[in-house]
């Protein structure tokens, strides 16, 4: 079993940079897909939108259309720490951002961290 912790998130003016960071503890993190969900007002954290996936074979990296060229995924499994680099955010990125970890059958969920784009 893993537990997610997130932290980094805040306002931001459109066009400035925001990092999160999401630190695990509890099962080894270099075998779990980490990923990175942003959940809308009102919208079930399930239902959310996949921002980026980091795969723990193969170190296969996907973003979605909405943030490719501006976000940046990344782990440290020596730190047990998933990143995720915002830059050139948007109003539209306004979301409550999620860590994910899968293996296999088994999810985790992070506490999320809010992320307000807004000037």
């Known amino acids: 079993q893993v537990q997610l912790v997130e932290s980094g998130g805040g306002l931001v003016q459109p066009g400035g940079s925001l990092r999160l960071s999401c630190t695990a503890s509890?099962?080894?993190?270099?075998?779990?897909?980490l990923s990175w969900f942003r959940q809308a007002p009102g919208q079930p954290r399930e239902e959310g939108e996949l921002?980026?996936?980091?795969?723990?074979?193969?170190?296969?990296?996907k973003y979605a259309d909405s943030v490719k060229g501006r976000f940046t995924i990344s782990r440290d499994n020596a730190k047990n720490t998933a990143y995720l680099q915002m830059n050139n955010l948007k109003p539209e990125d306004t979301a409550v951002y999620y860590c994910?970890?899968?293996?296999?059958?088994?999810?985790?969920w992070g506490q999320g961290t809010q992320v307000t784009v807004s000037s």
């Open positions: 921002v980026a996936l980091f795969t723990s074979i193969a170190n296969y990296i």
């Open positions: 994910h970890a899968q293996r296999g059958a088994d999810r985790y």
């Open positions: 509890g099962d080894s993190f270099s075998n779990y897909h």
